[in-house]
């Protein structure tokens, strides 16, 4: 595994301009079809299991006023890229594709590129850094030499698209099953069926808030997942599911379903967020039918991440036609300096 050598390569980290467009979109084409070392955080995008949709790799046209994106530049040619997605409302950052192309320098050139985004971040203000990638090629061990922890894994699951999706449930169905569409007043129940499910040392690197919850569907997608970028393309839903009778104070849920159908040129998107006790398979095909019932095209398959903790099971993602594809790692950094206890400080430190 090779490591990065700080101070080879002799170019120069700057923001991308309007008249890179055309190397920045050749530059990511080559980096797809490339050697590994070279493609976008090293995840599997090429394989004939996923056809014609590229994991995290998305088109130059499709940035959001929020993005952010530099580019190494060796002598006025573009050998390497870097590009994130801001969410305004916490001060976060999300690494969603990065790139370089220099042979030996390819190492060096990524890693100049974190370490200007992280400086750039922390002077605009940015409170976390979050990045998911492949644990290869060294993406991880360079991630954590900018300073990255890493706190979990998510299983990548697919669908492919020839197997047909299961008939979508009547009103009647899912009303019994108590799932519904989530409302602005399930706020404080999202937040403690996230609490309920997610252990605790990755709910405080996370640092959800009760407003973060209240904005969700709005501005903010939650819980977080490695396929981030994807949702900006879809249509994403999110579902709940009651506790019988209410739960103990008439407003407990077991379960959450987030649904993205897609309009382009890739997979739908699912993910299920239950309690340990909660059966996850008819979830799972209430989710996939409001998927049949919201397309009529059948060539974009379903991607679904899972971590260890959140319910579905390897046995009931097999069970509806999935297989297990890759594994994403997943790192932050923090800018922010964590207080055990309040203190006062001395008059006249600074």
């Given at each position: 595994m090779r490591e990065p050598r700080i101070g080879r390569a002799a170019g120069k980290?700057?923001?991308?301009?309007?008249?890179?467009?055309p190397a920045l979109g050749e530059l990511s084409r080559l980096c797809q079809s490339d050697s590994p070392d070279t493609r976008s955080l090293g995840l599997p995008v090429s394989g004939p299991r996923i056809g014609m949709f590229s994991l995290f790799r998305l088109p130059l046209g499709a940035f959001?006023?929020?993005?952010?994106?530099?580019?190494y530049d060796n002598q006025r040619r573009l050998a390497g890229l870097v590009r994130v997605e801001r969410e305004a409302s916490r001060d976060e950052w999300t690494v969603v594709e990065l790139d370089a192309i220099g042979h030996q320098d390819a190492g060096d050139i990524r890693f100049r590129l974190v370490q200007h985004l992280l400086r750039d971040g922390s002077k605009r203000g940015a409170q976390r850094f979050h990045v998911a990638c492949a644990d290869a090629v060294g993406n991880v061990e360079l991630f954590m030499q900018a300073g990255f922890v890493r706190y979990g894994d998510e299983t990548l699951w697919f669908r492919p698209p020839g197997r047909a999706l299961p008939v979508p449930w009547v009103e009647r169905q899912a009303t019994a099953a108590g799932i519904r569409l989530a409302a602005p007043t399930d706020s404080v129940a999202l937040m403690r069926l996230y609490s309920a499910v997610t252990p605790m040392p990755v709910q405080r690197l996370e640092?959800?808030?009760?407003?973060d919850w209240e904005r969700h569907g709005i501005s903010l997608r939650l819980p977080r997942s490695s396929l981030a970028p994807i949702l900006r393309f879809a249509d994403v839903e999110t579902y709940v599911q009651a506790a019988p009778g209410g739960g103990k104070d008439g407003?407990?849920?077991?379960?959450l379903v987030q649904l993205g159908v897609a309009k382009e040129d890739q997979p739908h998107y699912l993910k299920i967020m239950a309690r340990p006790e909660v059966d996850t398979a008819p979830l799972m095909d209430f989710g996939l039918g409001v998927i049949a019932a919201a397309t009529d095209r059948r060539d974009h398959g379903v991607l679904t991440p899972i971590r260890t903790y959140e319910g579905p099971t390897p046995?009931?993602?097999?069970?509806?036609?999935?297989?297990?594809?890759?594994?994403?790692?997943l790192l932050l950094k923090e800018t922010l300096v964590r207080v055990a206890e309040p203190a006062l400080a001395p008059v006249g430190v600074r």
């Open positions: 980290v700057r923001a991308a301009r309007l008249t890179d467009l959001r006023p929020n993005d952010l994106l530099f580019v640092a959800y808030r009760l407003s407003t407990e849920l077991t379960a046995g009931c993602m097999e069970e509806a036609g999935f297989e297990a594809i890759a594994t994403v790692t």
